[in-house]
Nanobody
Framework: QVQLVESGGGLVQAGGSLRLSCAAS????????MGWFRQAPGKEREFVAA????????NYADSVKGRFTISRDNAKNTVYLQMNSLKPEDTAVYFC??????????WGQGTQVTVSS
């Protein structure tokens, strides 16, 4: 069993930055993929970024490429999402998730990010 807890959300002006953290308790195996998703009001949840825990390789949604960076701290069992050049359309609840094999099985409770224009 894996528990995920996000933190770091808040209110920021357009052009600003935030760093989200996702602390994992339980065993994160090297085969896991860690991902960030977001859901804006009235919209479906969408993929933001992912990292393969063992290799460190990453993948990003086109809408955040060049602005967001996913990273990890193995010793702390924590995944980060550095968000720069934020836009009002980045406003959403951001979720951290862990994928053991084929699907994201474990989810955090989410953290609100609000970007004002």
């Amino acid at each position: 069993q894996v528990q995920l807890v996000e933190s770091g959300g808040g209110l920021v002006q357009a052009g600003g930055s935030l760093r989200l953290s996702c602390a994992a308790s339980g065993r994160i195996l090297s085969t896991y993929t860690m991902g960030w998703f977001r859901q804006a009001p009235g919209k479906e949840r969408e993929f933001v970024a992912a990292m393969w825990w063992s290799r460190g390789s990453t993948n990003y949604a086109d809408s955040v490429k060049g602005r967001f960076t996913i990273s990890r701290d193995n010793a702390k069992n924590t995944v980060y999402l550095q968000m720069n050049s934020l836009k009002p359309e980045d406003t959403a609840v951001y979720f951290c998730a862990a994928r053991p094999v084929r699907e994201y099985k474990y989810w955090g409770q989410g953290t609100q990010v609000t970007v004002s224009s």
